[in-house]
């Protein structure tokens, strides 16, 4: 599943490792700090096969592989939403407009 998740800017690890959540698996010292949290969400694409389709980029405040040790409460905030909302209108503009931008380079390639 694609997620909007923060990162810490100055070791790039998770927010969640600089929390305490899996702090501790890695060796990382930043991440036994507090660590420079980027308030900008970051978009992790996933893609599944067969096909490689990028899947579907999962609401903010929702869970996560929800019923697994994996499990993930997604960030909440402000920000969060508003790039998922930019991402949603995105992927809206983009599969209506797929027709026609193939159409154009098509013909373009033959006449050079
Ligand atoms: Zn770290
Ligand atoms: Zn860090
Ligand atoms: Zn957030």
């Known amino acids: 599943m ?11 690890h998770r927010e969640t490792s600089h929390q305490g959540g899996d702090r501790g698996y890695s060796g990382c010292p930043c991440c036994r700090d507090t660590g420079d949290i980027d308030p900008e969400p970051l978009l992790v694409q996933t893609w599944a096969l067969p096909g490689w389709a990028i899947e579907p980029l999962y609401r903010p405040g929702s869970q996560w592989n929800a019923g697994t040790t994996h499990r993930l409460e997604l960030c909440d905030c402000a920000g969060c939403h508003a790039r998922y909302r ?10 209506s407009t797929t027709g026609t931008n193939l159409a154009r380079s098509g ?4 006449t050079a």
């Open 2 to 12: 694609s997620v909007l998740l923060h990162v810490c800017g100055a070791c790039r």
């Open 86 to 95: 930019e991402l949603a209108a995105e992927a809206a503009t983009a599969s």
């Open 107 to 110: 013909s373009s390639s033959e």
